[in-house]
């Protein structure tokens, strides 16, 4: 005696588009930002500027203890004055041998002699000239000066600290356009490639905008298993520095049909759907492809096609060329 069909639920497949939107969190960053620090070491005696600060090109920053530099100039000034003092003697001495040597009143050896003290003399001179534009230097070196207009973002000094050379003590935020920042997952980064534009919007809830990406990071964050993704904002989105922002990044419009979790089996491993005969009722075993879990459909792709009739309930027990009867809902 043949059993009679077993009852089961099922929809008929309809292609339908479907596009994938990722929510990442991210931070408004400055497109440029400098590191700055002093070209000299020392003691910090001034500190004009904290985080927040805004600030302009060439204006003072904080200050180290320029005693010892300016001693330095002081003893470079005097030497040059010196050598300066001994190259116009020198050069009186020359000036005279030459006009006695030509009245063959002393020797040629003697006024070789005084040419050679005077280029030495001269020599004196243009070193002793040097080392008071380095001591100029070097003291300007204890000022420390903003490269750009800009806004401070970082401060790592304190009055009474005392820094090293090149050491970092403030970073600038320079002013100009402003990035937001994502530091996206591997996992969507190698199913759906980020398109041109990504739109942006405040943390909690707050104004949005569209950016243009400009930069993905060729190298994955190991500790995170991330990649740093690099959006412009518009002009029109002077945002904070720092401020608290999220990407939708929308994947490129896919054909797909859309079942309901209980729909999938497996089969080897794989997933696998029932698909009902509409003829004779009979079912047999499809493998899909998914290319997305969400919790109140599965995207699938391909192995069925629309049109088909797909058991969503009640085919826990089927087997290959069972007859089943669909249920009026």
């Known amino acids: 005696m043949t059993p009679p069909p077993q009852p089961v639920n099922a929809i008929q497949l309809q292609m339908t588009h479907f596009r994938n939107v990722a929510v990442i969190s991210g931070e408004v960053a400055p497109r440029f930002q400098i590191n700055l620090g002093f070209r000299t070491d020392g003691r910090v005696v001034e500190r004009r500027v904290d985080v927040g600060s805004h600030v302009k090109k060439g204006q003072i920053l904080a200050r180290l203890d320029n005693v010892k530099k300016r001693a330095d100039l002081e003893a470079a000034q005097a030497t040059l004055q010196s050598a300066q003092a001994t190259l116009q003697l020198k050069q009186n001495i020359f000036n005279r041998d030459q006009t006695l040597l030509k009245t063959h009143v002393i020797a040629q050896v003697e006024w070789d002699q005084a040419r050679e003290a005077l280029s030495r003399a001269q020599a004196d001179a243009d070193s002793a000239l040097a080392a008071l534009n380095t001591a100029k230097d070097a003291l300007t070196y204890t000022d420390l000066q903003a490269d750009a207009d800009g806004v401070i973002i970082s401060r790592q ?120 005969d509409a003829d004779n ?47 009026r809902n």
Request: hydrophobic letters at 45%; one cysteine or more; glycine letters at 8%.
């Open 157 to 276: 000094l304190e009055t009474g600290q005392t820094v090293a050379a090149a050491q970092t003590v403030l970073t600038l935020a320079q002013e100009g356009p402003l990035d937001a920042v994502f530091r996206v997952p591997e996992s969507h980064l190698l199913n759906e490639r980020p398109g041109d534009e990504v739109s942006v919007s405040l943390l909690p809830e707050g104004d949005a905008c569209l950016a243009t990406v400009r930069e993905v990071a060729p190298i994955l964050d190991e500790n995170n298993s991330t990649v740093r993704l690099k959006a412009t904002l518009p002009s029109s989105a002077q945002w904070a520095i720092g401020t608290p922002v999220a990407g939708h990044f929308a994947a490129k419009e896919q054909a797909v049909m859309l079942l309901p979790p209980g729909a999938l089996t497996s089969r080897q491993g794989h997933p696998a759907v029932w698909v009902m």
């Open 281 to 327: 009722g009979s079912v047999s075993l499809h493998d899909v492809t998914v290319a997305r879990y969400r919790v109140q459909d599965v995207v699938v792709t391909a192995g069925i096609e629309p049109g088909m009739w797909v058991v969503t309930d009640g085919g826990k027990f089927l087997r290959t060329g069972q007859r089943v009867i669909r249920e």
